[in-house]
């Protein structure tokens, strides 16, 4: 009798869990509305250009109608999963497809970074956009940060105008050596200037490769840790596609993009995705660190706030 109701036990404590039958069955079905809700060919085989690096038990590679591929994360009351580019660059353009956690994803954080390989804290750069979860009804935030030299604090928070949890939407990094673009379906939504001339600090001589996870931030993503994660509709599932990595091109002649000349205006933001980007600001934008005076009060706006 024990052994049979200990089995019972694990059996329903699996349930609610990423591994096995269930887990999988799980993501496929839900990959599958996905896919039909959005038939759009992705570009390229994510399981050829990244790799799973960790909880790769909680990673599923699906393959659609549209040839290309898609690549679920899965987070249960254990773990979640993470996954890294295979290639590393110095300067890109990196685009991903993302439909995120539905209906209660309290607690939940799904990632798209931008990270050098393991190196000290003190040279440690990072380019971040974490999508914060939210109990069903009400809305993501997508949270993002910047680090150069282990240092972040350049924190702006954005509402997203779609429902991101119903279709892929595309989430995009441009850096090169005059800026940082994030942008949302094309649309530009944040700009961190290479303000190096005046001092400020900016990413500019290590590679780095574009991450995703997804993974239990209940501490602190949701209506600042108040609202806890629902284990009891887990598992959570966050599913990526195509990721296109195009290195930054130089102006002919140019060795590479490092030495384009200063005045230069090879990685001049168009004026029409400068006025894109005031007007996405103007309505999505809910936290900028450069407004918050009050915080900053002691040593002062970061320099490149104050451009
Ligand atoms: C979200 O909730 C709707 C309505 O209850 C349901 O049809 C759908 O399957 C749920 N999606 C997931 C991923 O659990
Ligand atoms: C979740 O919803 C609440 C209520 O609408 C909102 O205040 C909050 O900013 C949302 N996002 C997060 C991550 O808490």
Sequence with gaps: MAPLLLLLLLCSGRRRGCGGVVGRLAAMLTFVVAAVVDKRAAMALMYDDVEVVWGADHSFFYMDDGGGDTLAICLDETHGSGFRSRDAYLYARFDIDIMLVANNSAGTVTTLYLMPEDVPWEIHDEVDLEFLGNVTGEPYTLHTNIFVDGKGQREQQFRLWFDPTADF???????????????????????????????????????????????????????????????????????YRGLRATPCAPSPGVAWCGDEPPESPRFDLPPTDAAALRKAREEHLLYDYCADTTRFKDTGLPLECTS
Excluded: C
């Excluded at 441009?174 to 961190?192: E, Q, S």
């Excluded at 900016?202 to 602190?220: C, E, I, V, Y």
């Design 169 to 239: 939407h595309t989430y995009s990094i441009i850096w090169n050596p005059k800026h940082i673009i994030m942008l949302v379906d094309g649309v530009p939504i944040r700009d961190f200037k290479n303000e190096a001339r005046r001092g400020a600090a900016f990413p500019t001589w290590q590679k780095m490769r574009a991450h995703g996870s997804l993974w239990n931030a209940d501490d602190w993503a949701t209506q600042g840790g108040r609202v806890k994660t629902d284990w009891s509709a887990a598992p959570f599932y966050a599913y």
